[in-house]
């Protein structure tokens, strides 16, 4: 008798009993981001790749420094160092084929900066900090905008006026002078009710009933008194008001959840009329586990 062993097929990865459904395999793309940004969306997503495909600044641009060769554009004045020898020896001594032809130090050409005295020459701009002060910027016209900020600069303060006191006595007819009012200097306490006030019983000597507390006068009632409550909330909330207030205490008297014998949701249900969830797990068989009975190999054949 022998036992073939037949390896049982993993749960996971692609099935290929029909009776067991393989379940989605879910992976990281391989796809670049210069790929996904050739994808078309909508015209909207298009516009922001605008220029992304064009050639950068590539153009045969003429430098604008030396020779122009563009005749809408002007070419610069160009200065050079001479190249004549300087402290130069006669002509007859340093080269006799040389004629005396006067060198550059010879002339008495005036200078290209500053004012040009030939007409010819134009003189260049002359540019300097100015010499003048704030108060005399301040005083230069421009716009009657402007003067409005200088309203009353040039006027006089308000300690140049010999201005009258508004308080006291008026001198001038057309303002009115102000009601005073003073200390009387008449002695006080010298009047006959003095006297006869100091003979009648004082404050002290009545014997007056408080007006704070219960009243024994009849002819006058007593405050009403309010304190502290010493009920405590428990007792508050036992308290019927009204039935709409009774609605706020639905379920304070019920038992919570953890009171009720409920059954759990998870693993297998044993109402009918709850579905059990599917539930996977690792097998638990051995693997590579043959039958140990004792059957003859093949060395033990005749």
Same mark, same amino acid.
């Given at each position: 008798?022998?036992?073939?062993?037949?390896?049982?097929?993993?749960?996971?990865?692609?099935?290929?009993?029909?009776? !067991?459904?393989?379940?989605?395999?879910?992976?990281?793309?391989?796809?670049?981001?210069?790929?996904?940004?050739?994808?078309?969306?909508?015209?909207?997503?298009?516009?922001?790749?605008?220029?992304?495909?064009?050639?950068?600044?590539?153009?045969?641009?003429?430098?604008?420094?030396?020779?122009?060769?563009?005749?809408?554009? %002007?070419?610069?004045?160009?200065?050079?160092?001479?190249?004549?020898?300087?402290?130069?020896?006669?002509? %007859?001594?340093?080269?006799?084929?040389?004629?005396?032809?006067?060198?550059?130090?010879?002339?008495?050409?005036?200078?290209?900066?500053?004012?040009?005295?030939?007409?010819? !020459?134009?003189?260049?701009?002359?540019?300097?900090?100015?010499?003048?002060?704030?108060?005399?910027?301040?005083?230069?016209?421009?716009?009657?905008?402007?003067?409005?900020?200088?309203?009353?600069?040039?006027?006089?303060?308000?300690?140049?006026?010999?201005?009258?006191?508004?308080?006291?006595?008026? &001198?001038?007819?057309?303002?009115?002078?102000?009601?005073?009012?003073?200390?009387?200097?008449?002695?006080?306490?010298?009047?006959?009710?003095?006297?006869?006030?100091?003979?009648?019983?004082?404050?002290?000597?009545?014997?007056?009933?408080?007006?704070?507390?219960?009243?024994?006068?009849?002819?006058?009632?007593?405050?009403?008194?309010?304190?502290?409550?010493?009920?405590?909330?428990?007792?508050?909330?036992?308290?019927?008001?009204?039935?709409? &207030?009774?609605?706020?205490?639905?379920?304070?008297?019920?038992?919570?959840?953890?009171?009720?014998?409920?059954?759990?949701?998870?693993? !297998?249900?044993?109402?009918?009329?709850?579905?059990?969830? +599917?539930?996977?797990?690792?097998?638990?068989?051995?693997?590579?586990?043959?039958?140990?009975?004792?059957?003859?190999?093949?060395? +033990?054949?005749?």
């Amino acid at each position: 008798m022998s036992h073939e062993f037949k390896p049982k097929r993993s749960m996971f990865g692609r099935q290929h009993d029909s009776r !067991k459904n393989t379940a989605p395999t879910v992976g990281f793309g391989s796809s670049d981001r210069a790929g996904s940004n050739k994808v078309f969306i909508t015209s909207e997503h298009s516009k922001i790749n605008y220029g992304l495909e064009s050639p950068g600044p590539v153009y045969d641009l003429k430098s604008s420094v030396g020779k122009q060769e563009a005749s809408k554009n %002007a070419t610069a004045p160009l200065f050079s160092f001479g190249t004549a020898d300087r402290f130069q020896k006669s002509a %007859a001594a340093s080269s006799p084929s040389r004629s005396a032809v006067p060198g550059p130090g010879t002339y008495t050409g005036g200078s290209s900066f500053g004012r040009q005295g030939e007409s010819s !020459k134009q003189s260049s701009e002359c540019f300097g900090f100015g010499s003048s002060t704030r108060v005399g910027a301040a005083k230069v016209y421009l716009s009657p905008e402007h003067s409005k900020n200088d309203y009353g600069m040039s006027s006089p303060g308000p300690s140049a006026y010999s201005a009258k006191s508004a308080v006291g006595k008026q &001198h001038e007819s057309k303002k009115e002078t102000a009601p005073s009012f003073v200390f009387s200097s008449t002695e006080r306490f010298k009047y006959d009710f003095v006297e006869r006030a100091a003979r009648l019983p004082g404050a002290g000597q009545y014997n007056t009933v408080g007006a704070c507390g219960l009243q024994t006068d009849s002819k006058k009632s007593t405050l009403p008194k309010y304190s502290f409550g010493t009920s405590n909330r428990e007792q508050r909330d036992k308290v019927y008001i009204s039935a709409d &207030h009774e609605k706020g205490q639905f379920g304070q008297s019920s038992p919570g959840p953890a009171l009720v014998g409920g059954n759990s949701s998870v693993g !297998k249900q044993t109402a009918s009329k709850n579905a059990s969830a +599917s539930s996977w797990s690792f097998g638990s068989a051995r693997r590579f586990v043959y039958n140990t009975n004792k059957v003859p190999g093949p060395g +033990s054949y005749d």
